[in-house]
């Protein structure tokens, strides 16, 4: 395959490339919205949403993950903690650790704002799109699978 930058396949790869990121950043942007984050800020958000799928971990652990300098997430976890999404408890293997887990009021936060998003993609779906453009998006989304799919 050519892959040179004159190539009328790479200039339309290139631009298909631009359009399709700018889209998904817009949806991403419209179901961040539907999710009512309040005043969480994004790093708050994904530390949440990693101990909701990771489970509890120390904060250490969760700043390496996260990228993060401990001191930063230090007030992160604060914060979260003040807000009761986030709870502390002795490590069972290490008592000189603290495990972060989340809450129940978390558990619930996360939940509802997954089926908010949910449910605004699918009443939109079925709104704006005829049953013929739903078949096409599906198939589309196969597509965009094989993109991100080992």
Request: proline share 5%; net charge neutral.
């Amino acid at each position: 395959m050519d892959v040179t930058p004159d190539n009328p396949q790479t200039i339309l790869a290139s631009a298909l490339a631009q359009d399709l990121r700018a889209l998904l950043g817009k949806l991403k942007r419209r179901l961040r919205e539907q999710a009512h984050v309040g005043d969480l800020t994004p790093s708050q958000v994904s530390v949440l949403l990693r101990l909701e799928k990771d489970g509890p971990t120390t904060a250490s652990n969760l700043a390496r993950a996260e990228a993060m300098r401990p001191q930063s997430m230090g007030s992160v976890v604060a914060a979260l903690e003040s807000a009761g999404l986030l709870s502390g408890g002795p490590d069972p293997t290490d008592r000189r650790q603290t495990l972060l887990s989340i809450t129940d009021a978390c558990r619930k936060w996360v939940e509802e704002g997954r089926a908010a998003r949910q449910d605004w993609l699918s009443r939109t779906l079925q709104v704006r799109l005829s049953p013929e453009e739903q078949a096409r998006l599906a198939e589309a989304v196969e597509l965009l699978k094989r993109l991100v799919d080992d």
